[in-house]
């Protein structure tokens, strides 16, 4: 039997005149994703796109798998293609969804004509299905409103598919029908899922990180590298950056009093971060801050933070409480990663009194001890560039 899965684009209907661009992104960004699976075919058709296999050896669990990731899709159905007579649809219907007839004990058909030469309309096809299928599973009873399962019809233009239940997509815009923007990540819980949250909206990736060698090692750099290809999965391919960030933590260590130290610290990867964000064309910054989660996320303190950079910031987390945030970290499989401990620079020289009030002159009066600009190039030359799939 054949397998096809139909996709359902959920916000997509809604975006009228620009619905054909952005179908043609969803189609081009699953391509991407199915590329290690096999070859598919791609046929667009009435709010719906189907993705047929090209090859018989592609393991249909795998492409569901990584499409169930893939942003801009509401919804998946892996379905079984019948010829157009209703002898076929019957047969494959029984043939196809037997199993699961027999799992559960209630069910109602649901048919969708698309084609509208097709003989049988839709209520017909519902209730000669129906009995079809009481014949074949005599403990089966109809249930229209609450079926434990839902067997779908539906007669398109060239075939007919049928279907059980479908599975939730990850919902969301396709990823790069909303620009791109630069997500400042660090080995914690937090940015990765800011990042996710990001990419959900239909934001292209760019990543930035921030390592300051001795002080933080190798291998915190490949948890980071770890977690990039967790979020990968759902965003696509991350052009990452990593800049050696030493040498203006130790400027700040040395030149600016201590309660300032995160606050400066944190504007200068702002000020670097937007410098390899506007090369590559992002138009925002990405961050994993949370109102009142440490001291240099005060209100206050964000206020400075923003100060530093022409770029809107998005803080996807902002509202969020920690428990919230650690919730989404576990649906997309980082917190495991995130909670391992390797040091940050974010955790190198931490003052032990932190000003939770910042003022921004204060802020500027201090920084005037650093030679910025070069300490910003020097740092924006440093930065290392992979890209991570
Ligand atoms: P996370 O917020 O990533 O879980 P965290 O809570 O330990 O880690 P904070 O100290 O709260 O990190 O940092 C706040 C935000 O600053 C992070 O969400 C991230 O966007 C950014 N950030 C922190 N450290 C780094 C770094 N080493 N490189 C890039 N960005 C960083
Ligand atoms: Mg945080």
Do not use: W
């Amino acid at each position: 039997m054949k397998e096809i899965i139909l996709i359902k684009n959920g916000e997509l209907v809604l975006k009228g005149l620009n619905r054909n661009t952005f179908e043609d992104i969803l189609i081009k960004n699953m391509k991407k994703a199915l590329k290690g699976i096999g070859e598919f075919q791609f046929t667009k058709s009435q709010s719906t796109i189907m993705v047929e296999p090209l090859d018989d050896d592609i393991d249909l669990d795998d492409a569901v798998d990584v499409l169930k990731k893939v942003f801009g899709i509401a919804a998946l159905s892996r379905a079984v293609v019948a010829e157009k007579n209703f002898d076929d649809i019957k047969k494959k219907t029984l043939e196809y969804l037997n199993e699961r007839l027999d799992e559960v004990s209630t069910f109602k058909v649901n048919a969708k004509r698309s084609d509208k030469k097709f003989e049988m309309k839709s209520p017909e096809i519902c209730r000669e299905m129906g009995a079809c299928i009481l014949s074949a599973h005599h403990h089966l009873k109809v249930d229209v409103h609450n079926p434990e399962l839902t067997v779908t019809v539906e007669v398109r233009d060239r075939f007919a598919f049928i279907h059980g239940d479908s599975i939730k997509g990850a919902g969301g815009m396709p990823v790069s029908t909303s620009g791109r923007g630069a997500i400042l990540i660090s080995g914690g819980i937090d940015s990765p899922v800011a990042a996710y949250m990001m990419a959900k909206r239909g934001i292209e990736l760019v990543a930035v990180h921030f390592a300051s060698p001795p002080f933080t090692t190798e291998l915190a750099e490949q948890k980071v590298m770890d977690l990039l290809r967790k979020v990968a999965a759902y965003s696509g391919p991350i052009t990452t950056y990593v800049v050696h960030f030493t040498e203006l933590q130790e400027a700040i260590r040395d030149k600016c009093p201590e309660v300032y130290f995160t606050i400066i610290m944190r504007r200068y990867m702002m000020k670097i971060a937007e410098k390899l964000a506007v090369h590559q064309k992002c138009s925002a910054l990405i961050t994993g801050e949370s109102v009142g989660q440490v001291a240099s996320q005060t209100i206050y303190a964000l206020g400075c933070t923003d100060q530093a950079t022409a770029l809107p910031v998005f803080r996807p987390c902002i509202g969020m409480d920690k428990d919230e945030i650690i919730k989404i970290s576990r649906e997309i499989d980082t917190f495991e990663t995130s909670i391992l401990p390797y040091e940050d620079c974010c955790t190198v020289f931490t003052p032990k009194h932190p000003k939770t009030r910042p003022q921004i002159e204060d802020i500027l009066k201090a920084e005037e001890a650093l030679d910025s600009e070069a300490l910003i190039e020097r740092a924006v030359n440093s930065a290392r560039k992979t890209v991570i799939h």
